[in-house]
Protein backbone atom coordinates (compact mmCIF):
# COMPACT_ATOMS: atom_id res chain seq x y z
CA UNK A 1 0.00 0.00 0.00
CA UNK A 2 2.79 2.18 0.64
CA UNK A 3 4.49 1.36 -2.96
CA UNK A 4 1.22 3.44 -4.48
CA UNK A 5 1.60 6.37 -1.98
CA UNK A 6 5.39 6.36 -3.66
CA UNK A 7 4.29 5.75 -7.53
CA UNK A 8 1.36 8.80 -6.98
CA UNK A 9 4.23 10.89 -5.52
CA UNK A 10 6.57 10.42 -8.68
CA UNK A 11 3.34 10.46 -11.00
CA UNK A 12 3.07 13.87 -9.57
CA UNK A 13 6.76 15.30 -9.81
CA UNK A 14 6.99 13.93 -13.18
CA UNK A 15 3.83 15.72 -14.36
CA UNK A 16 5.11 18.54 -12.76
CA UNK A 17 8.15 18.66 -14.83
CA UNK A 18 6.12 18.37 -18.30
CA UNK A 19 4.08 20.86 -16.94
CA UNK A 20 7.58 23.42 -16.42
CA UNK A 21 8.63 22.54 -19.82
CA UNK A 22 5.66 23.17 -21.35
CA UNK A 23 4.77 26.13 -19.49
CA UNK A 24 8.43 27.33 -20.74
CA UNK A 25 7.63 26.50 -24.67
CA UNK A 26 4.69 28.98 -23.93
CA UNK A 27 6.48 31.34 -22.35
CA UNK A 28 9.18 31.51 -24.97
CA UNK A 29 6.33 31.33 -28.03
CA UNK A 30 7.17 35.51 -29.06
CA UNK A 31 11.35 34.25 -28.43
CA UNK A 32 13.61 35.10 -31.57
CA UNK A 33 14.49 31.58 -32.90
CA UNK A 34 13.31 29.51 -29.97
CA UNK A 35 13.45 25.86 -30.22
CA UNK A 36 10.75 23.98 -27.99
CA UNK A 37 11.17 21.27 -25.92
CA UNK A 38 9.84 18.43 -25.21
CA UNK A 39 9.48 15.72 -22.12
CA UNK A 40 9.03 11.62 -22.40
CA UNK A 41 8.00 9.45 -19.67
CA UNK A 42 10.00 6.51 -18.19
CA UNK A 43 8.82 3.67 -15.79
CA UNK A 44 11.23 4.63 -12.27
CA UNK A 45 12.18 0.71 -11.61
CA UNK A 46 10.08 -2.63 -10.49
CA UNK A 47 9.51 -4.96 -7.57
CA UNK A 48 9.76 -8.25 -8.60
CA UNK A 49 8.29 -10.44 -6.24
CA UNK A 50 7.91 -13.85 -7.86
CA UNK A 51 10.97 -14.44 -10.71
CA UNK A 52 9.70 -15.96 -14.22
CA UNK A 53 9.87 -19.83 -14.35
CA UNK A 54 10.03 -22.47 -17.15
CA UNK A 55 8.05 -25.52 -18.02
CA UNK A 56 9.01 -28.58 -16.44
CA UNK A 57 8.77 -31.23 -18.91
CA UNK A 58 8.91 -34.49 -15.99
CA UNK A 59 5.81 -32.38 -14.01
CA UNK A 60 4.12 -31.31 -17.40
CA UNK A 61 3.70 -27.98 -15.52
CA UNK A 62 3.51 -24.94 -17.72
CA UNK A 63 6.28 -21.80 -17.15
CA UNK A 64 5.39 -18.80 -14.90
CA UNK A 65 5.61 -15.62 -15.46
CA UNK A 66 7.37 -12.65 -13.38
CA UNK A 67 5.52 -11.10 -10.75
CA UNK A 68 6.26 -7.72 -10.93
CA UNK A 69 5.07 -4.49 -8.99
CA UNK A 70 6.15 -1.16 -10.29
CA UNK A 71 7.44 1.66 -7.91
CA UNK A 72 6.82 4.93 -10.26
CA UNK A 73 7.79 7.27 -12.98
CA UNK A 74 10.57 9.37 -14.37
CA UNK A 75 11.92 11.49 -16.44
CA UNK A 76 13.02 9.77 -19.77
CA UNK A 77 14.50 12.68 -21.51
CA UNK A 78 13.62 16.29 -22.28
CA UNK A 79 14.42 16.73 -26.12
CA UNK A 80 14.90 19.86 -28.38
CA UNK A 81 13.17 20.39 -31.57
CA UNK A 82 16.41 22.41 -32.83
CA UNK A 83 15.89 20.71 -36.44
CA UNK A 84 12.51 22.39 -36.50
CA UNK A 85 12.15 25.62 -39.03
CA UNK A 86 11.18 28.42 -36.83
CA UNK A 87 8.75 30.51 -39.52
CA UNK A 88 9.88 34.08 -40.77
CA UNK A 89 8.98 37.47 -39.23
CA UNK A 90 9.55 40.36 -42.09
CA UNK A 91 11.45 43.19 -40.29
CA UNK A 92 13.53 45.65 -42.94
CA UNK A 93 16.55 45.87 -40.83
CA UNK A 94 19.57 44.63 -42.95
CA UNK A 95 21.80 43.23 -40.36
CA UNK A 96 18.54 41.22 -38.89
CA UNK A 97 19.38 37.80 -40.50
CA UNK A 98 17.68 34.24 -40.52
CA UNK A 99 19.10 31.36 -41.47
CA UNK A 100 17.03 28.65 -43.47
CA UNK A 101 18.75 25.05 -42.26
CA UNK A 102 20.49 23.55 -39.62
CA UNK A 103 23.41 25.95 -39.29
CA UNK A 104 24.24 28.35 -36.32
CA UNK A 105 26.16 31.95 -35.63
CA UNK A 106 29.07 31.87 -34.07
CA UNK A 107 29.40 34.70 -31.49
CA UNK A 108 32.27 35.44 -29.22
CA UNK A 109 31.97 37.30 -25.91
CA UNK A 110 35.65 37.59 -25.88
CA UNK A 111 36.89 34.34 -24.35
CA UNK A 112 34.66 31.77 -26.01
CA UNK A 113 32.46 30.96 -29.01
CA UNK A 114 29.34 30.05 -28.39
CA UNK A 115 26.60 29.72 -30.99
CA UNK A 116 23.01 31.22 -31.90
CA UNK A 117 20.13 30.65 -34.53
CA UNK A 118 19.44 34.54 -33.18
CA UNK A 119 20.33 36.93 -36.31
CA UNK A 120 19.16 40.03 -34.57
CA UNK A 121 22.25 41.74 -35.54
CA UNK A 122 23.54 45.74 -35.24
CA UNK A 123 27.11 47.52 -35.65
CA UNK A 124 28.49 49.00 -32.47
CA UNK A 125 30.38 51.73 -31.73
CA UNK A 126 33.68 50.36 -32.62
CA UNK A 127 32.54 49.22 -36.01
CA UNK A 128 31.79 45.54 -35.25
CA UNK A 129 28.94 43.41 -35.71
CA UNK A 130 27.28 42.05 -32.71
CA UNK A 131 24.33 40.79 -31.19
CA UNK A 132 21.62 43.14 -30.56
CA UNK A 133 20.79 41.86 -27.23
CA UNK A 134 24.27 41.54 -25.36
CA UNK A 135 26.69 42.59 -27.56
CA UNK A 136 28.45 39.55 -28.41
CA UNK A 137 30.73 40.31 -31.40
CA UNK A 138 29.62 38.21 -34.71
CA UNK A 139 32.32 35.65 -36.26
CA UNK A 140 33.55 35.43 -39.62
CA UNK A 141 35.97 35.66 -42.07
CA UNK A 142 38.22 38.25 -43.11
CA UNK A 143 39.09 39.25 -46.96
CA UNK A 144 42.85 38.89 -48.06
CA UNK A 145 44.09 41.86 -48.60
CA UNK A 146 46.58 41.05 -51.55
CA UNK A 147 43.68 39.21 -53.85
CA UNK A 148 40.17 40.50 -52.32
CA UNK A 149 38.26 37.62 -51.54
CA UNK A 150 37.57 35.56 -48.26
CA UNK A 151 40.41 33.77 -46.16
CA UNK A 152 38.85 31.30 -44.62
CA UNK A 153 40.47 31.08 -41.63
CA UNK A 154 40.30 31.04 -38.15
CA UNK A 155 37.08 33.09 -37.44
CA UNK A 156 37.11 36.37 -35.88
CA UNK A 157 35.18 39.21 -35.00
CA UNK A 158 33.69 41.11 -38.53
CA UNK A 159 34.47 45.22 -38.20
CA UNK A 160 32.93 46.29 -40.96
CA UNK A 161 32.91 49.91 -40.29
CA UNK A 162 36.34 50.32 -40.03
CA UNK A 163 37.81 53.28 -41.13
CA UNK A 164 39.31 51.62 -44.36
CA UNK A 165 36.21 50.92 -45.27
CA UNK A 166 34.02 54.45 -44.97
CA UNK A 167 35.26 55.51 -48.37
CA UNK A 168 36.13 53.81 -50.96
CA UNK A 169 39.75 55.23 -52.72
CA UNK A 170 39.70 57.19 -55.71
CA UNK A 171 41.48 55.64 -59.28
CA UNK A 172 42.68 57.34 -62.04
CA UNK A 173 40.31 55.85 -65.63
CA UNK A 174 42.72 54.26 -67.70
CA UNK A 175 40.76 52.81 -70.34
CA UNK A 176 37.97 54.03 -72.59
CA UNK A 177 35.59 53.39 -75.81
CA UNK A 178 33.55 54.86 -78.73
CA UNK A 179 30.46 53.09 -79.49
CA UNK A 180 27.78 53.61 -81.46
CA UNK A 181 27.21 55.25 -85.62
CA UNK A 182 29.18 57.95 -87.63
CA UNK A 183 26.57 59.07 -90.25
CA UNK A 184 28.57 60.79 -93.72
CA UNK A 185 25.31 62.90 -93.57
CA UNK A 186 25.48 64.46 -90.40
CA UNK A 187 25.58 68.13 -90.60
CA UNK A 188 27.58 67.94 -87.07
CA UNK A 189 30.23 65.80 -89.16
CA UNK A 190 30.51 67.95 -92.07
CA UNK A 191 30.50 71.37 -90.18
CA UNK A 192 33.79 72.88 -89.38
CA UNK A 193 33.46 71.80 -86.10
CA UNK A 194 32.51 68.55 -86.50
CA UNK A 195 31.00 65.98 -84.08
CA UNK A 196 31.89 67.20 -80.68
CA UNK A 197 31.92 63.42 -78.61
CA UNK A 198 32.82 64.06 -74.37
CA UNK A 199 35.10 61.51 -72.63
CA UNK A 200 34.38 61.63 -68.77
CA UNK A 201 37.76 60.31 -66.62
CA UNK A 202 39.26 60.68 -63.35
CA UNK A 203 43.14 61.46 -62.22
CA UNK A 204 44.20 59.97 -59.43
CA UNK A 205 42.97 61.91 -56.59
CA UNK A 206 39.35 61.50 -57.97
CA UNK A 207 39.03 64.82 -59.94
CA UNK A 208 36.30 64.69 -62.44
CA UNK A 209 37.51 65.71 -66.14
CA UNK A 210 36.59 65.66 -69.79
CA UNK A 211 38.61 65.37 -72.92
CA UNK A 212 36.30 66.98 -76.07
CA UNK A 213 37.33 65.25 -79.01
CA UNK A 214 35.33 65.94 -82.59
CA UNK A 215 35.33 63.69 -85.95
CA UNK A 216 35.46 65.78 -88.77
CA UNK A 217 35.07 64.50 -92.59
CA UNK A 218 37.26 64.44 -95.58
CA UNK A 219 37.42 64.17 -98.93
CA UNK A 220 36.67 60.41 -98.50
CA UNK A 221 33.29 59.45 -97.13
CA UNK A 222 34.93 57.15 -94.93
CA UNK A 223 37.57 58.80 -93.42
CA UNK A 224 37.61 60.87 -90.53
CA UNK A 225 40.07 62.69 -88.29
CA UNK A 226 39.81 62.69 -84.52
CA UNK A 227 41.03 65.74 -83.14
CA UNK A 228 41.30 66.59 -79.17
CA UNK A 229 39.67 69.98 -78.82
CA UNK A 230 40.16 70.75 -75.02
CA UNK A 231 40.11 68.70 -71.91
CA UNK A 232 38.63 70.56 -69.41
CA UNK A 233 37.73 70.26 -65.26
CA UNK A 234 35.14 69.71 -63.42
CA UNK A 235 34.34 73.80 -63.43
CA UNK A 236 34.67 74.15 -67.13
CA UNK A 237 37.69 75.32 -67.21
CA UNK A 238 40.72 74.32 -69.53
CA UNK A 239 43.06 72.13 -67.91
CA UNK A 240 46.44 74.54 -68.34
CA UNK A 241 50.01 73.13 -68.02
CA UNK A 242 53.37 74.17 -67.61
CA UNK A 243 56.00 73.93 -70.78
CA UNK A 244 59.06 75.23 -71.72
CA UNK A 245 59.48 78.41 -74.20
CA UNK A 246 61.78 80.30 -76.07
CA UNK A 247 61.67 83.67 -74.18
CA UNK A 248 60.89 86.43 -77.06
CA UNK A 249 62.75 89.28 -75.49
CA UNK A 250 66.01 87.21 -75.11
CA UNK A 251 68.51 88.16 -76.76
CA UNK A 252 70.96 84.99 -76.10
CA UNK A 253 71.70 82.36 -78.78
CA UNK A 254 69.93 79.94 -78.18
CA UNK A 255 66.85 82.05 -76.61
CA UNK A 256 66.66 81.54 -73.27
CA UNK A 257 63.73 79.36 -71.61
CA UNK A 258 60.52 80.79 -69.44
CA UNK A 259 58.32 78.43 -68.11
CA UNK A 260 54.49 79.05 -69.83
CA UNK A 261 51.33 78.17 -69.39
CA UNK A 262 49.31 76.44 -72.24
CA UNK A 263 46.29 74.02 -72.41
CA UNK A 264 46.71 70.59 -72.36
CA UNK A 265 45.06 69.55 -75.08
CA UNK A 266 47.14 71.32 -77.26
CA UNK A 267 50.38 69.93 -76.49
CA UNK A 268 52.11 68.20 -79.20
CA UNK A 269 52.36 63.69 -78.61
CA UNK A 270 49.11 64.34 -76.27
CA UNK A 271 47.14 63.02 -78.59
CA UNK A 272 48.15 61.00 -81.59
CA UNK A 273 50.60 63.04 -84.57
CA UNK A 274 50.45 65.20 -86.94
CA UNK A 275 48.23 64.14 -89.67
CA UNK A 276 46.90 64.98 -92.94
CA UNK A 277 43.40 64.40 -94.47
CA UNK A 278 42.30 65.59 -98.01
CA UNK A 279 39.88 68.45 -97.77
CA UNK A 280 39.31 70.74 -100.17
CA UNK A 281 38.05 74.30 -99.21
CA UNK A 282 38.47 77.87 -100.63
CA UNK A 283 39.42 80.66 -98.40
CA UNK A 284 38.14 83.95 -99.44
CA UNK A 285 40.25 87.06 -98.61
CA UNK A 286 38.09 89.87 -97.85
CA UNK A 287 39.82 92.53 -99.59
CA UNK A 288 37.36 95.39 -98.78
CA UNK A 289 37.96 95.49 -95.10
CA UNK A 290 41.72 93.98 -95.16
CA UNK A 291 44.73 94.03 -96.58
CA UNK A 292 48.50 93.15 -95.43
CA UNK A 293 51.32 95.26 -94.85
CA UNK A 294 54.94 92.89 -94.25
CA UNK A 295 53.50 90.82 -91.29
CA UNK A 296 50.97 93.08 -90.64
CA UNK A 297 47.31 92.70 -91.17
CA UNK A 298 45.65 95.94 -91.12
CA UNK A 299 41.89 96.39 -91.29
CA UNK A 300 39.70 99.54 -92.42
CA UNK A 301 37.72 101.23 -89.73
CA UNK A 302 34.46 103.24 -89.73
CA UNK A 303 36.35 106.88 -90.53
CA UNK A 304 38.44 105.44 -93.02
CA UNK A 305 41.20 104.23 -91.55
CA UNK A 306 43.53 101.33 -90.81
CA UNK A 307 44.78 99.92 -88.04
CA UNK A 308 46.72 96.81 -87.49
CA UNK A 309 44.99 93.82 -85.86
CA UNK A 310 47.55 91.17 -86.50
CA UNK A 311 51.49 91.22 -86.50
CA UNK A 312 53.06 87.58 -87.63
CA UNK A 313 56.16 88.38 -85.70
CA UNK A 314 54.33 89.31 -82.44
CA UNK A 315 52.35 86.22 -82.86
CA UNK A 316 55.55 83.95 -83.13
CA UNK A 317 56.90 86.04 -80.18
CA UNK A 318 53.97 85.52 -78.26
CA UNK A 319 53.52 89.24 -77.32
CA UNK A 320 49.89 91.38 -78.01
CA UNK A 321 50.11 93.83 -80.47
CA UNK A 322 49.61 97.51 -79.39
CA UNK A 323 47.01 99.44 -81.75
CA UNK A 324 44.20 102.32 -82.38
CA UNK A 325 40.42 100.46 -82.33
CA UNK A 326 37.52 102.89 -82.88
CA UNK A 327 40.52 105.71 -81.64
CA UNK A 328 41.03 103.38 -78.53
CA UNK A 329 44.54 102.80 -77.77
CA UNK A 330 44.25 98.46 -77.08
CA UNK A 331 46.17 95.62 -76.54
CA UNK A 332 45.43 92.63 -78.69
CA UNK A 333 46.39 89.24 -77.80
CA UNK A 334 47.84 86.46 -79.29
CA UNK A 335 44.63 84.95 -79.43
CA UNK A 336 42.66 87.74 -80.90
CA UNK A 337 45.06 88.25 -83.43
CA UNK A 338 44.51 84.81 -84.85
CA UNK A 339 41.09 85.42 -85.09
CA UNK A 340 40.98 88.69 -87.11
CA UNK A 341 43.69 86.57 -89.63
CA UNK A 342 41.00 84.23 -89.98
CA UNK A 343 38.01 86.25 -89.96
CA UNK A 344 39.71 87.99 -93.06
CA UNK A 345 39.65 85.06 -94.94
CA UNK A 346 36.50 83.94 -93.97
CA UNK A 347 36.77 81.63 -91.08
CA UNK A 348 35.97 83.94 -88.68
CA UNK A 349 34.71 81.82 -85.15
CA UNK A 350 36.93 79.09 -86.87
CA UNK A 351 40.46 79.88 -85.71
CA UNK A 352 41.59 76.58 -85.42
CA UNK A 353 40.28 74.83 -88.41
CA UNK A 354 41.73 78.05 -89.94
CA UNK A 355 45.01 77.51 -89.03
CA UNK A 356 44.86 73.52 -89.81
CA UNK A 357 43.92 74.03 -93.77
CA UNK A 358 46.98 73.46 -95.81
CA UNK A 359 48.61 73.37 -99.56
CA UNK A 360 50.25 70.53 -101.59
CA UNK A 361 53.76 71.91 -102.63
CA UNK A 362 54.71 69.08 -103.91
CA UNK A 363 57.14 70.00 -106.55
CA UNK A 364 54.90 69.48 -109.78
CA UNK A 365 58.02 67.93 -111.70
CA UNK A 366 58.97 65.69 -108.62
CA UNK A 367 57.45 61.95 -109.44
CA UNK A 368 57.08 58.79 -106.87
CA UNK A 369 57.21 61.47 -103.92
CA UNK A 370 54.88 61.23 -100.81
CA UNK A 371 52.86 64.70 -101.04
CA UNK A 372 54.46 67.46 -99.20
CA UNK A 373 51.31 69.81 -96.83
CA UNK A 374 52.18 73.32 -95.56
CA UNK A 375 49.30 74.10 -93.30
CA UNK A 376 48.58 78.27 -92.40
CA UNK A 377 49.27 77.61 -88.95
CA UNK A 378 53.32 76.28 -89.95
CA UNK A 379 53.75 79.40 -92.07
CA UNK A 380 52.39 82.07 -89.41
CA UNK A 381 54.44 80.54 -86.67
CA UNK A 382 57.33 79.52 -88.92
CA UNK A 383 57.47 76.20 -88.33
CA UNK A 384 59.73 73.81 -90.37
CA UNK A 385 61.30 76.66 -91.60
CA UNK A 386 63.29 74.55 -94.09
CA UNK A 387 60.47 73.16 -95.66
CA UNK A 388 59.09 76.22 -96.26
CA UNK A 389 61.86 77.73 -97.76
CA UNK A 390 62.13 74.82 -99.89
CA UNK A 391 58.63 75.86 -101.50
CA UNK A 392 59.31 79.23 -100.96
CA UNK A 393 60.62 80.23 -104.67
CA UNK A 394 57.20 78.19 -106.14
CA UNK A 395 55.07 80.20 -103.99
CA UNK A 396 56.95 83.60 -104.47
CA UNK A 397 57.89 84.80 -101.07
CA UNK A 398 57.07 83.54 -97.60
CA UNK A 399 57.17 86.51 -95.74
CA UNK A 400 53.67 87.09 -94.95
CA UNK A 401 50.30 85.00 -94.96
CA UNK A 402 48.95 86.26 -98.11
CA UNK A 403 52.07 85.70 -100.16
CA UNK A 404 51.96 82.51 -99.10
CA UNK A 405 48.38 81.87 -100.25
CA UNK A 406 48.90 83.52 -103.31
CA UNK A 407 50.93 80.37 -104.43
CA UNK A 408 47.12 78.66 -104.06
CA UNK A 409 45.25 81.48 -105.85
CA UNK A 410 42.62 80.12 -107.75
CA UNK A 411 42.63 80.20 -111.23
CA UNK A 412 41.45 84.22 -112.79
CA UNK A 413 40.51 85.47 -109.16
CA UNK A 414 43.12 87.74 -106.70
CA UNK A 415 41.56 86.35 -103.48
CA UNK A 416 40.76 83.24 -103.46
CA UNK A 417 42.54 80.84 -102.71
CA UNK A 418 42.78 76.29 -102.92
CA UNK A 419 42.74 74.96 -100.19
CA UNK A 420 43.84 70.86 -100.65
CA UNK A 421 44.05 69.38 -96.88
CA UNK A 422 44.05 69.65 -93.56
CA UNK A 423 46.80 69.04 -91.13
CA UNK A 424 46.07 68.68 -87.82
CA UNK A 425 47.41 66.87 -84.54
CA UNK A 426 45.18 63.39 -83.97
CA UNK A 427 44.51 60.04 -85.28
CA UNK A 428 42.25 59.08 -88.76
CA UNK A 429 39.42 56.65 -88.23
CA UNK A 430 38.87 54.61 -91.54
CA UNK A 431 36.01 52.83 -91.96
CA UNK A 432 35.40 49.85 -94.60
CA UNK A 433 32.89 51.21 -97.70
CA UNK A 434 31.35 48.24 -98.06
CA UNK A 435 30.20 47.31 -94.64
CA UNK A 436 30.60 50.53 -92.60
CA UNK A 437 32.95 48.11 -89.84
CA UNK A 438 36.15 50.07 -88.83
CA UNK A 439 39.68 49.18 -90.41
CA UNK A 440 41.33 50.50 -88.33
CA UNK A 441 43.55 54.06 -86.60
CA UNK A 442 45.98 55.71 -88.82
CA UNK A 443 45.30 53.66 -91.47
CA UNK A 444 46.78 50.45 -89.46
CA UNK A 445 44.31 47.64 -89.87
CA UNK A 446 45.62 45.80 -87.20
CA UNK A 447 45.42 49.14 -84.90
CA UNK A 448 41.67 49.44 -83.23
CA UNK A 449 42.72 51.72 -80.43
CA UNK A 450 43.99 55.00 -79.46
CA UNK A 451 46.03 56.57 -76.18
CA UNK A 452 45.81 59.73 -74.92
CA UNK A 453 49.41 59.98 -73.51
CA UNK A 454 48.40 62.05 -70.09
CA UNK A 455 50.59 60.20 -67.75
CA UNK A 456 53.48 62.36 -66.13
CA UNK A 457 51.91 65.44 -66.89
CA UNK A 458 50.96 68.68 -65.31
CA UNK A 459 51.05 67.40 -61.41
CA UNK A 460 51.79 63.61 -62.46
CA UNK A 461 47.71 62.45 -61.33
CA UNK A 462 46.54 61.53 -64.70
CA UNK A 463 47.45 58.25 -66.23
CA UNK A 464 47.20 57.34 -69.93
CA UNK A 465 43.76 56.35 -71.22
CA UNK A 466 43.54 53.60 -74.01
CA UNK A 467 40.34 54.07 -76.46
CA UNK A 468 38.65 51.32 -77.81
CA UNK A 469 37.22 52.07 -81.46
CA UNK A 470 36.73 48.55 -82.26
CA UNK A 471 32.64 48.87 -82.09
CA UNK A 472 32.05 51.91 -84.17
CA UNK A 473 30.42 52.04 -87.46
CA UNK A 474 29.87 54.11 -90.52
CA UNK A 475 26.38 53.24 -91.71
CA UNK A 476 23.36 55.15 -92.78
CA UNK A 477 21.26 56.88 -89.48
CA UNK A 478 18.86 58.85 -91.52
CA UNK A 479 21.39 62.08 -90.92
CA UNK A 480 22.64 61.25 -87.43
CA UNK A 481 25.30 60.10 -85.58
CA UNK A 482 24.92 58.59 -82.03
CA UNK A 483 28.84 57.90 -81.63
CA UNK A 484 29.92 58.75 -77.57
CA UNK A 485 32.26 58.06 -75.64
CA UNK A 486 32.43 55.87 -71.96
CA UNK A 487 35.52 55.44 -69.44
CA UNK A 488 36.31 51.87 -68.89
CA UNK A 489 36.47 48.86 -70.73
CA UNK A 490 33.33 47.97 -72.86
CA UNK A 491 32.69 45.21 -70.48
CA UNK A 492 31.00 43.70 -67.42
CA UNK A 493 32.91 45.52 -64.91
CA UNK A 494 33.67 48.43 -67.05
CA UNK A 495 37.12 47.66 -65.88
CA UNK A 496 39.66 50.67 -65.60
CA UNK A 497 36.71 53.16 -65.95
CA UNK A 498 38.41 55.22 -62.82
CA UNK A 499 36.24 56.93 -60.07
CA UNK A 500 35.86 59.58 -57.43
CA UNK A 501 36.13 59.38 -54.07
CA UNK A 502 33.14 57.11 -52.44
CA UNK A 503 31.74 57.50 -49.36
CA UNK A 504 29.88 54.62 -47.82
CA UNK A 505 26.41 54.74 -48.41
CA UNK A 506 24.98 50.86 -47.64
CA UNK A 507 25.71 47.53 -46.60
CA UNK A 508 23.88 44.32 -47.51
CA UNK A 509 24.32 40.92 -46.87
CA UNK A 510 23.87 38.06 -49.49
CA UNK A 511 22.20 34.93 -49.08
CA UNK A 512 26.17 33.49 -48.58
CA UNK A 513 26.44 35.18 -45.40
CA UNK A 514 28.85 38.02 -47.26
CA UNK A 515 29.20 41.52 -46.73
CA UNK A 516 28.96 44.31 -49.12
CA UNK A 517 29.55 48.51 -48.80
CA UNK A 518 28.29 50.36 -51.46
CA UNK A 519 29.70 53.45 -52.12
CA UNK A 520 28.09 56.52 -53.87
CA UNK A 521 31.02 56.11 -56.47
CA UNK A 522 29.25 53.41 -57.33
CA UNK A 523 31.58 50.99 -56.74
CA UNK A 524 31.17 47.69 -54.10
CA UNK A 525 33.45 46.21 -51.02
CA UNK A 526 33.91 43.03 -49.78
CA UNK A 527 34.35 43.45 -46.32
CA UNK A 528 33.76 39.63 -45.01
CA UNK A 529 31.94 36.45 -44.42
CA UNK A 530 29.35 35.53 -41.90
CA UNK A 531 30.64 31.84 -40.79
CA UNK A 532 28.27 29.24 -39.56
CA UNK A 533 28.82 26.17 -37.28
CA UNK A 534 27.17 23.17 -38.08
CA UNK A 535 27.26 20.13 -35.09
CA UNK A 536 26.82 16.43 -36.33
CA UNK A 537 24.33 16.40 -33.32
CA UNK A 538 22.97 19.63 -33.26
CA UNK A 539 20.17 18.73 -29.85
CA UNK A 540 23.06 17.59 -27.94
CA UNK A 541 23.82 21.34 -27.66
CA UNK A 542 23.36 22.72 -24.35
CA UNK A 543 20.66 26.14 -23.48
CA UNK A 544 22.15 28.83 -22.33
CA UNK A 545 20.83 32.30 -21.69
CA UNK A 546 20.06 34.88 -24.29
CA UNK A 547 19.63 32.09 -27.08
CA UNK A 548 22.38 31.32 -27.00
CA UNK A 549 24.00 27.42 -27.05
CA UNK A 550 26.95 25.88 -26.02
CA UNK A 551 29.25 23.03 -27.61
CA UNK A 552 28.82 19.59 -25.07
CA UNK A 553 30.70 16.34 -25.74
CA UNK A 554 27.49 15.05 -27.10
CA UNK A 555 27.10 17.90 -29.92
CA UNK A 556 30.73 17.24 -31.52
CA UNK A 557 33.26 20.20 -30.84
CA UNK A 558 33.41 23.16 -33.42
CA UNK A 559 36.99 23.56 -35.13
CA UNK A 560 37.47 27.28 -34.92
CA UNK A 561 37.11 27.85 -38.47
CA UNK A 562 33.06 26.81 -39.59
CA UNK A 563 31.55 26.28 -42.72
CA UNK A 564 30.00 28.39 -45.52
CA UNK A 565 26.05 28.20 -44.91
CA UNK A 566 25.55 27.58 -48.52
CA UNK A 567 27.99 24.67 -48.98
CA UNK A 568 24.58 22.35 -48.13
CA UNK A 569 22.63 24.10 -50.20
CA UNK A 570 21.08 26.69 -46.74
CA UNK A 571 21.00 30.10 -46.97
CA UNK A 572 20.77 33.23 -45.13
CA UNK A 573 17.69 35.89 -45.62
CA UNK A 574 18.43 39.51 -44.73
CA UNK A 575 15.64 41.87 -43.03
CA UNK A 576 14.01 38.09 -41.96
CA UNK A 577 14.18 37.13 -38.41
CA UNK A 578 13.21 33.32 -37.47
CA UNK A 579 10.43 32.82 -35.06
CA UNK A 580 9.92 30.69 -32.25
CA UNK A 581 8.79 26.64 -33.58
CA UNK A 582 6.77 26.82 -30.52
CA UNK A 583 3.17 25.37 -31.67
CA UNK A 584 0.10 26.18 -29.80
CA UNK A 585 -2.05 23.83 -30.60
CA UNK A 586 -0.11 21.10 -29.28
CA UNK A 587 1.18 22.39 -26.29
CA UNK A 588 -2.36 23.32 -24.58
CA UNK A 589 -3.15 19.49 -26.11
CA UNK A 590 -0.02 18.38 -23.39
CA UNK A 591 -1.23 20.63 -21.37
CA UNK A 592 -4.32 18.86 -21.01
CA UNK A 593 -3.07 15.55 -21.14
CA UNK A 594 -0.38 16.70 -18.73
CA UNK A 595 -3.30 18.23 -16.26
CA UNK A 596 -5.52 14.81 -16.48
CA UNK A 597 -2.32 12.66 -15.52
CA UNK A 598 -1.30 15.00 -12.38
CA UNK A 599 -5.02 14.97 -11.49
CA UNK A 600 -5.04 10.82 -11.60
CA UNK A 601 -1.98 10.68 -9.67
CA UNK A 602 -3.12 12.72 -7.03
CA UNK A 603 -6.13 10.85 -6.72
CA UNK A 604 -3.48 7.59 -6.39
CA UNK A 605 -2.06 9.06 -2.81
CA UNK A 606 -5.81 10.11 -1.40
CA UNK A 607 -7.48 6.55 -2.15
CA UNK A 608 -4.14 5.12 -0.31
CA UNK A 609 -4.98 7.05 2.39
CA UNK A 610 -8.20 6.48 2.53
CA UNK A 611 -7.10 2.79 2.29
CA UNK A 612 -4.27 3.20 5.07
CA UNK A 613 -7.45 4.96 7.33
CA UNK A 614 -9.35 1.84 7.13
CA UNK A 615 -6.76 -0.14 7.66
CA UNK A 616 -5.95 1.99 11.31
CA UNK A 617 -9.49 2.23 12.14
CA UNK A 618 -9.20 -1.90 12.79
CA UNK A 619 -8.08 -1.13 16.28
CA UNK A 620 -10.50 1.02 17.73
Known amino acids: MMRSLFSGVSGLKTHQTRMDVIGNNIANVNTVAYKSSSMTF ?3 MSQTTQRASGANSTTGTGGVNPRQIGLGVKTSAINVNITGQGASQSTGNPFDIMITGQNFFIV ?14 YVDGAGNLAMTSIGYNVMGWQVDEETGEIRKDTVSA ?8 RNYPPAATTDGYMSGIIDKHDPDVTSASGKVVSLQFFDALGYEYTAKFSFKQSDNDHVYSLELDRIIDSEG ?16 TPPAQIKVKVPLASL ?25 NGNQLMRSEKDGSTVPVADLQAIRNGTPLSSTVDGEPVEISVQEQLDNIAAAYGMGGSTEEFLNQAINVTDPAATDVE ?27 LSTLDSFLNGALETGTTNTYNIDARKFDGVTVEFDSTNGNLIGINGLSTQQTAKLLLDGIGEGNFADIEIDFSTITNVDNKGTSTIGATNGKDDEYSTGSGRRNGAMSGLSVQQNGMIYASYDNGMTKLLGQIATAKFA ?12 YAATLNSGSFDG ?5 TAEGDYMSTGQLEMSNVDLASEFTEMITTQRGFQANSRIITVSDTLLEELTNLKR
Not at 108 to 121: I, L, M, P, Q
Open 42 to 44: ATL
Open 158 to 165: LRIMSSAN
Open 268 to 292: EGVWGDTRVVENANKLTFDSAKYRW
Open 108 to 121: NNGRENYFTRDGSF
Open 561 to 565: IGVDI
Open 537 to 548: NASGLEKLADNL
Open 237 to 252: EDVMVEVDQDDPNSTT
Open 371 to 397: PQYISIRQVIYQQGVTGLQNVATQFND
